[in-house]
Each structure stands twice: as C-alpha cells, then as structure tokens.
C-alpha cells in the first residue's frame, strides 16, 4: 500500500530557485525509488523536517548505537516525534573512512551505494567535515548488516566522540606537481598504527591528523588537525627561465610585475632586465603565491620533506588556533622515516591523553601547561623555527639575531657530540 506523503509547503519553497535542491532529492527518494522501504524513509524525514521549519526547532536526539567491538562510529539519531513519522524514526548515521586521499574506483563507489541501498537510506555524503563517508539514515537493527558488509569488502568505521579521528590527505603528487611527500603512505602508516583510538573513545576530546602534501594546505591541516604534516622543501625552488619567459612574453611584463614580483609577502622575487626572475630563496617563507601563478616557470625544490605543527583547532574553549611547529623540516620516504613520525605521534597522544583536561584538544592544553613544558614532555628540543611570525612579530629583537641562531646550533653541536 502506498504511504500517504506528508505536505511540505515549506520544504516545496526550497526548490525554487537556479540551484539544484536537496529536497528534489528526498522526494526523488520518496517517489522514484523501487524499494519501499526507502520510500518511507525519505517520506518521513521530508514529514519531519517540515514540521520542524513550522515549529522553528530540531527534533533529533542522540543516545547509544554501536556495532560488535566499536565503541564510536555511528551518529545516534531518534526522533522525538518519531510517532508521527514512524518510518524515520531512527535515522542514525555510520561514519566510514574513505581510502587515502579519496581515491576511489568507480565499482568501488558502486558497491558502497548498492550495500546502504541494501540497509540504509540511500543518502551519502562524500564527505562530511570530518573527512568520513556519511551514510545517513538507518534503524538499530540494520547498522550491524551494514558495517559486515562494507566490512568484508575493506571498509572500516571511522571516528565519532573522544578519539583519534578519521584522517584527511590530499590528493598528492597523482594530480598535483607541488606534492613533497607521499601523502598516502604517511595517511596510512599513522591511521594503522591508532586504530584502536579511532574505534575505543578513551582520549580526552578528538584527535585529528591532516596532510597536505605541500604549503598550500589543501586540507586545512594547520588549522584544523591536532597533528598536521605539510609537505614542504628546504633547497631553493626549481625555476625554469625559458618558461618564464614565455609566461613573460604571454602576458606582458607589467602583469609579471603586479600579479607576482610585487605580490610575494617577504620581496625575495626580482624582475631582472633581460626578462628572467631572481629569487632569493633564504628570503622565501613558502606561502607558495608565485609558484601557484607560474606553475610551469617556478616549482617545489629538490630536497623535500615535511613540517609537523600541533595543536591546530576550530572554536570552542579558548577560540581558533593555529598548529605550532614542532618540526621544522624531516624527510619522509624510508620506513625509518616513518616509524620515527608514528613514534612522535604516539608520544604526543600519550602526553595529552595523561595531560589534557577532559574536553580539552592538544592546542588547548599547549596554551595552558606552555610549549616549553609540551616540548619536554614530547622530547623535542626547542628550535628557534618554532618562534611563530618570526619576520613580522614586533616583539622580537632582530639585532644580533644571526649571531644569537649560530650560537645556538654551535651549543645543539656540541651536545649532540656529547
Ligand atoms: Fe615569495 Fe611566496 Fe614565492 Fe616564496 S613562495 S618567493 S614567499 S611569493
């Protein structure tokens, strides 16, 4: 029998405009899908959500959904009006970790889609804020079946609560010729080594991990995880003068001037008189502007590695915060490399998970106990590259700052001969 549809006078509204509308979708759902079930679900969450635009509130509370073993994952959803729309009554959603660097195949995409068809509702997000795949929408009884399938087939739950969450990469030197480390590698040897954290909440508040392969930051690593890796080099950029040149000749010598020379925050680029660029590479602070608009002139040095930063947060305490470098340049290509970073991070997340207040991310804490105390307890010697903004802070003395930095590497020398 054909479920009556709830009216949606409201919802109906959304749909009128030039863009595509989510509510199409819904009622797609609702009218077009073969699959009863599904019908219903859709109907529902469309009965709900108009009444929840009537009465100007949300209906959705959380509670406890898990699967055998996982303690986080699934996003509890009941209604509180689930007696008037019994069909979406629960509506939780699973939280799935995409590949690295969201490289998936299509039979891969199709398999998801076919299996959430199968226990869900149909609704997927690729992907929410976290960097999950959002599965949206499913009963109790159903969540187990999922999570086996897509299980059986490789996928895992990701995080959800008091844990290390599900990890961002971009998408790397596949696609993109800034990359300066394998993004992928270094996603999965640190996710592997803390999936118990992802899956067993027991740590003070989230805990996230982004990499970008270079410092463009495509995944907001620095402001957003609590352990950033950001491709970086320390050589001098690669500069090709004949596409220079060309990029020159292409757009004329003003535009060169006022789209790049004079655009670069520290004035190392240089517009030389025979048409070729100078850079001055110990000037450059690698805010990556004139590799960007001369892709094919200006490129990444040869001598690549990553910076690590700490403590990177969106809002809540104490406000947003950047990451604080903890490590100014390593290489990552061997296995030693790696195991050096996965045993750096785990000493950070036992320092805060000791350390940290309940509800307090890494950054939090590095304001509250200072970096000097963080850095010790890590084991990590302070550097001066730690300083932040150390050409702009009028708070630092730049006087005899050489004088000071070669004393310092000279004591770092004679400490580390023993
Ligand atoms: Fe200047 Fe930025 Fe180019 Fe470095 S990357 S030379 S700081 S514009």
């Not at 759902?29 to 635009?53: C, F, K, M, T, V």
């Not at 897509?150 to 030197?173: H, K, Q, W």
């Not at 950047?322 to 100014?328: A, D, K, L, N, Y």
Request: charged share 25%; hydrophobic share 35%; net charge negative.
């Amino acid at each position: 029998m054909a479920t009556k549809h709830h009216v949606t006078p409201m919802l109906d509204e959304l749909e009128n405009g030039p863009w595509p509308s989510f509510i199409s979708g819904f009622k797609r759902l609702r009218d077009d899908h073969p699959d009863a079930r599904i019908n219903g679900l859709a109907n529902g969450l469309l009965g709900q959500l108009e009444h929840s635009y009537e009465t100007r509130k949300g209906y959705w509370k959380g509670g406890t959904v898990s699967v055998f073993g996982y303690g986080g994952g699934i996003i509890p959803r009941f209604s509180e009006v689930g007696n008037a729309f019994v069909e979406s009554k629960e509506f939780h959603t699973v939280r799935v970790q995409p590949p690295a660097s969201n490289f998936y195949s299509t039979d891969m995409l199709r398999q998801l889609g076919d299996s959430w068809e199968k226990h869900g509702s149909g609704l997927v997000t690729f992907h929410g804020q976290t960097g999950n795949i959002m599965f949206i929408g499913t009963d109790t009884s159903r969540i187990q079946h999922f999570f086996d399938e897509i299980n059986e087939y490789g996928f895992d739950l990701g995080g959800a609560g008091p844990c290390v969450r599900t990890a961002m990469s971009c998408i790397g030197s596949a696609r993109c010729e800034m990359s300066c480390f394998n993004e992928q590698a270094a996603h999965r040897h640190l996710v592997n080594n803390f999936t118990d954290d992802v899956h067993r909440p027991a740590l003070p508040y989230k805990f996230k991990f982004k990499f970008s392969g270079c410092p463009n930051d495509c995944q907001n690593a620095i402001e957003r995880a609590d352990f950033a890796v950001i491709g970086t080099w320390r050589d001098d950029m690669r500069v090709d003068q004949a596409e220079f040149k060309a990029a020159i000749e292409k757009k004329g010598r003003q535009y060169i001037i006022d789209n790049v020379i004079t655009r670069c925050p520290t004035n190392a680029l240089a517009l030389n008189d025979d048409d070729t660029i100078a850079v001055d590479n110990r000037n450059c602070v690698r805010c990556m502007h004139c590799l960007n608009v001369l892709p094919k002139a200006l490129g990444v040095g040869e001598d690549r590695g990553v910076t690590i930063l700490v403590g990177g947060k969106r809002t809540l305490k104490i406000g947003d915060l950047m990451g604080t470098v903890v490590v100014p340049f390593m290489k990552l290509r061997t296995e030693e490399d790696f195991e050096q970073i996965v045993e750096m991070a785990e000493e950070i997340v036992d320092f805060w998970a000791e350390n940290g207040l309940e509800h307090e991310r890494t950054g939090e804490m590095i304001e509250r106990i200072g970096l000097v105390n963080f850095l010790e307890g890590i084991g990590i010697d302070v550097d001066p590259n730690m300083v932040s903004n150390p050409r702009q802070s009028s708070y630092i003395r730049m006087d005899g700052w050489d004088e000071a930095a070669v004393e310092w590497f000279e004591k770092k020398a004679e400490k580390a001969a023993g």
